[in-house]
C-alpha cells in the first residue's frame, strides 16, 4: 500500500517569506500523480498544485512550485513570499495512475502553516 | 461554480444512534469518496464509489457503511453511533478516467457522538 509522510506538523514563516514543507512517499508504482491541497480555517479543501510522475519538469503556479525528486521519492512545496493568507493547513496526496475504479487519494497526516506578520 | 455539498455542518447524536451524512456533487463525477478527518491522522478514506450502487472499503471501514443510489449522491451511514466516531467528515468526488484532475470537497460535516 502506498504511504504519504509529512514530518513537520507545524512550520511557521515570516510574511514575504518563503518557506518549503516536506512530504515523502512510499510507491512501487512508476505511473502516479502528486497534489498539494490547502485547507484554512473554513475547513474547504483547495487544490494548490498538482504533478503528474512522468513529467520531469516541476509544477509552478504562482508563488506555489515543487521539488520533485522522483528517485527520492520527494515531493516538497514551495511558497514564495509567504503571505497572510497562505495561514492553513496543508496536505499532500498520492494517487495512482491507471487504476479503473481505484481512483482514491491517499493522504499524509498534514502540516499546520501560521505565517507571522 | 462547482459544488459539493454536505448536508450538515455541525451534528451531534447520541452513543447508539443511526446517524446519516449525505454528499451531493453537481458535477457529474463518478468517483464519490468519504473521509474522516482527525488531529495528527490527516484525511483516512472511509468509503468509495465509481458508479452507481458501487461501493468500495477503504483503509478504516470499520462501523460505517455507504449508499450510492444516484450518481450525484453518496451517502455515509454509522450503523450505531459510538464516542470514537467523533471526527470531521469530508466527502469529495473526481471524474472517472481523469487521473491528473483533482478531487473536489465538500466544507467537511463536524460530528459528536455524546
Known amino acids: 500500500a502506498q504511504t504519504v509522510t509529512q514530518s513537520q506538523p507545524e512550520m511557521s514563516v515570516q510574511e514575504a517569506e518563503t518557506v518549503t514543507l516536506s512530504c515523502t512517499y512510499d510507491?512501487?508504482?512508476?505511473?502516479?500523480?502528486l497534489f498539494w491541497y490547502k485547507q484554512p480555517p473554513s475547513r474547504q479543501m483547495i487544490l494548490v498544485i498538482r504533478?503528474?510522475?512522468?513529467?520531469?519538469q516541476n509544477a509552478t503556479e504562482n508563488r506555489f512550485s515543487v521539488n520533485f525528486q522522483k528517485a527520492a521519492k520527494s515531493f516538497s512545496l514551495k511558497i514564495s513570499d509567504s503571505q497572510l493568507g497562505d495561514a492553513a493547513m496543508y496536505f499532500c496526496?498520492?494517487?495512482?495512475?491507471?487504476?479503473?475504479?481505484?481512483?482514491?487519494?491517499?493522504f499524509g497526516t498534514g502540516t499546520r502553516l501560521t505565517i507571522i506578520p | 461554480d462547482v459544488k459539493v455539498t454536505q448536508s450538515s455542518r455541525y451534528l451531534v447524536k447520541r452513543t447508539g444512534e443511526k446517524v446519516f451524512l449525505e454528499c451531493v456533487q453537481d458535477?457529474?463525477?463518478?468517483?464519490m469518496f468519504w473521509y474522516r478527518q482527525d488531529p495528527g491522522l490527516g484525511l483516512r478514506l472511509i468509503y468509495f464509489?465509481?458508479?452507481?450502487?458501487?461501493?468500495e472499503k477503504g483503509d478504516i471501514p470499520e462501523g460505517y457503511s455507504v449508499s450510492r443510489e444516484k450518481k450525484e449522491r453518496f451517502s455515509l451511514i454509522l450503523e450505531s453511533a459510538s464516542t470514537n466516531q467523533t471526527s470531521m467528515y469530508l466527502c469529495?468526488?473526481?471524474?472517472?478516467?481523469?487521473?491528473?484532475?483533482?478531487?473536489?470537497f465538500g466544507q467537511g460535516t463536524r460530528l459528536t457522538v455524546v
Open positions: 496526496a498520492y494517487k495512482r495512475g491507471a487504476d479503473f475504479g481505484n481512483e482514491k487519494l491517499t
Open positions: 464509489s465509481y458508479d452507481v450502487k458501487m461501493k
Open positions: 469529495a468526488s473526481s471524474p472517472l478516467g481523469h487521473l491528473n484532475t483533482e478531487a473536489f
Open positions: 510507491t512501487s508504482e512508476s505511473d502516479y500523480y
Open positions: 458535477m457529474d463525477h463518478e468517483n
Open positions: 504533478q503528474e510522475a512522468y513529467k520531469q
